[in-house]
C-alpha cells in the first residue's frame, strides 16, 4: 500500500479512511461547502455582479453560523430545527456527504435576479440533477439568513423521494 501511495492517501483523507476501516463520516465544514460551490458571476462592474457578490457574501458567513449552531428555525408550538451543512447539502445535490471522488459536475451557485408573475424570488431553489444552488438576492444578512433557513428546512417536498 506504501509503495503505490495508498497508505499516504488513506491518511491525508479521513473520507477515504472510512471507506476501508468504517465508521461514521466526519460532520461537514463551512470551509468544505464553501470549496465544493463555484460561482457563476455576471459581467463584472455590473450591478447584477455587485448584487451577486454581496449574495456569495452572505453565504459565506451562513455557513459558518450553520457550522457554529447559530441557524435555527423556531416554529410556533415545536420544537426549534436545527440545520446543519449536511442539509444543505442534500438541498443542493441530493446528497448529505461529499462523494469519495467528488461530485461530476462540481456544483454551483448562480442567483435569483429574475422576478416570477411580478414578485421577488427571496427563497433558494435547487436544481439536484445540475448541481446548482440558486440564491435569493437581499439588501441584508439578516433577510438572507432568514429566507434561507425557512426556505431550506420548510420546502414542500424535502426529505421526500
Not at 463551512?30 to 448584487?51: N, P, T
Amino acid at each position: 500500500m506504501e509503495q503505490l501511495g495508498v497508505l499516504q492517501a488513506l491518511k491525508d483523507s479521513p473520507d477515504l479512511q472510512n471507506l476501508f476501516v468504517g465508521g461514521p463520516p466526519a460532520p461537514l465544514t463551512s470551509s468544505q461547502v464553501k470549496d465544493l460551490f463555484g460561482v457563476i458571476y455576471s459581467v463584472a462592474g455590473s450591478s447584477r455582479r455587485s448584487a451577486e457578490e454581496r449574495a456569495v457574501a452572505f453565504w459565506r458567513d451562513w455557513l459558518v453560523d450553520i457550522e457554529e449552531g447559530e441557524a435555527v428555525l423556531h416554529v410556533d408550538g415545536q420544537e426549534p430545527v436545527k440545520l446543519t451543512l449536511e442539509v444543505v447539502l442534500a438541498f443542493a445535490t441530493g446528497a448529505e456527504r461529499i462523494p469519495p471522488l467528488g461530485f461530476d459536475p462540481n456544483p454551483t451557485l448562480d442567483f435569483l435576479h429574475d422576478f416570477v408573475n411580478n414578485n421577488k424570488r427571496v427563497f433558494p431553489e435547487a436544481n439536484t440533477c445540475a448541481l446548482v444552488l440558486r440564491l435569493p438576492l437581499h439588501g441584508n444578512y439578516e433577510d438572507f439568513s432568514s429566507h434561507m433557513l425557512s426556505g431550506i428546512l420548510q420546502s414542500p417536498t424535502f426529505g421526500t423521494a
